[in-house]
Structures are given as structure tokens and as C-alpha cells.
């Protein structure tokens, strides 16, 4: 069974400071991962996926992830975090051979904060 | 572009009451979702659709039907409403085939008294 796990429920940062955003995962085959964020009463907005090729993805608002293969991780990750930027992070995996939305598997989330 | 729209948006309901939670996507979408998110635990499907007139369960489908007579709408029902089923419930949408992201709605916040 593949699951992802996100071992920080809260992450503070400083406004201007650089962001990383945890998230380990376990699927057989080849990963499908995604980054989704949630703003308050809000549903979930995507940010980026990895399907194949470079390990380091870019998506919206100027976040990026780093897939590495041999820790199993896709750590969410941004140079310069924005007060804005605050709000619930979620990773999610599914096999690359299904590349399917209907097996995706979220993590439990992270809760950024970015201080002022 | 309205994308995923869910209707209503909160509801509370006594145990045993019936509800049916509407959800309609316009952007011709085969695949649709039903999810639902708990604190601490992530988004867990509880049923999904690949096409009009079909639909398959999920991770946690106990306690909850679906229908999907339209390829646009996907309905999810509780039959008798439990004080477990107070969640948040998020619809999504995606294309059919590989490589594809959901989109979701802003999500109906249930709670059953």
C-alpha cells in the first residue's frame, strides 16, 4: 500500500527566510507526487507534480520540490516566503503506472506560517 | 471560470437525517472525487466516478452512496447521518489518463449532531 508522510504539522519561518516543507512517501513502482496548498475555508489548489526527468520541479507562485529517489522524499521548497504564503500544505502520491488521480494518497498536512 | 462548485457549503444535521451533497464541474471532466478531510488525517477518498454511470468506492465508502447520471454532476448521499460523518467534504475533478492533477471545490463543512 503506498503512503506519504509530512512529519512536521507546523512550520514557522520568517518573512523573507527561505521555506522547506517535508513530505516522505512509499509507493511501489514509480512515484506520481504532488504538492497541493490550502488556504483557509478554501479546497485544495495545486502547485506542482513529478512525473519524470528533473528531479527539481517548478510550479506556481515560486515554489519548487526536490525529488530524490534514493531518500524517497519531495520536500516542498521556496527561496523567499511571503506572509501570504501561509497556509496548509499537502503532499500526495500515486503510482506512476496508474498515474491516476483516483489513487492519490495525501499526507496529513503542514501548517505554514510565515511571520512578519 | 467556475471549475469545481459544491452546494451547500455548511450544513448541520440531526443523527439519522438524510442529505445530499451536490457537486458540478464544468470543464468536461470524466474523473470526479469524493473526499473527506479530518484534522490530522489528510484528504480520504470515500468515492470516485471514471465516466457518467459509473462510480467505485474509495478508502472509506461505509455510510455514504454516490450517483453520477450526469457527466458534469456527481452526487454524494448519507442515508442516516452519524456523529462520525461531521467532516469537511471536498469534490474534485480531473481528465482521464495519466498525468493528470484534480481540481477541487471550496468543500461543504458537515456536522451531524
Known amino acids: 500500500a503506498q503512503s506519504v508522510a509530512q512529519p512536521e504539522d507546523q512550520v514557522n519561518v520568517a518573512e523573507g527566510n527561505p521555506l522547506t516543507v517535508k513530505c516522505t512517501y512509499s509507493?511501489?513502482?514509480?512515484?506520481?507526487l504532488f504538492w497541493y496548498v490550502q488556504y483557509p475555508n478554501r479546497g485544495l489548489q495545486f502547485l506542482l507534480k513529478?512525473?519524470?526527468?528533473?528531479?527539481l520541479v517548478k510550479g506556481s507562485y515560486g515554489f519548487e520540490a526536490e525529488f530524490n529517489k534514493s531518500q524517497t522524499s519531495f520536500h516542498l521548497k521556496k527561496p523567499s516566503a511571503l506572509v501570504s504564503d501561509s497556509a496548509l500544505y499537502f503532499c500526495?502520491?500515486?503510482?506512476?503506472?496508474?498515474?491516476?488521480?483516483?489513487?492519490?494518497?495525501f499526507g496529513s498536512g503542514t501548517q505554514l506560517t510565515v511571520l512578519p | 471560470n467556475a471549475g469545481v462548485t459544491q452546494t451547500p457549503k455548511f450544513r448541520v444535521l440531526k443523527t439519522g437525517q438524510s442529505m445530499t451533497l451536490l457537486c458540478a464541474q464544468d470543464m468536461n471532466h470524466e474523473y470526479m472525487y469524493w473526499y473527506r478531510q479530518d484534522p490530522g488525517m489528510g484528504l480520504r477518498l470515500i468515492h470516485y466516478s471514471v465516466g457518467e454511470g459509473t462510480t467505485a468506492k474509495g478508502e472509506v465508502p461505509d455510510g455514504y452512496n454516490v450517483s453520477r447520471l450526469k457527466k458534469q454532476n456527481f452526487l454524494l448521499g448519507l442515508e442516516s447521518a452519524a456523529p462520525s460523518q461531521t467532516s469537511v467534504y471536498f469534490c474534485?475533478?480531473?481528465?482521464?489518463?495519466?498525468?493528470?492533477?484534480?481540481?477541487f471545490g471550496q468543500g461543504t463543512r458537515l456536522t451531524v449532531v
Open positions: 509507493v511501489s513502482g514509480n512515484p506520481y
Open positions: 500526495a502520491v500515486s503510482p506512476l503506472s496508474s498515474g491516476s488521480a483516483r489513487q492519490l494518497t
Open positions: 474534485a475533478s480531473s481528465k482521464s489518463g495519466r498525468n493528470t492533477e484534480a481540481f
Open positions: 513529478y512525473i519524470t526527468g528533473d528531479n
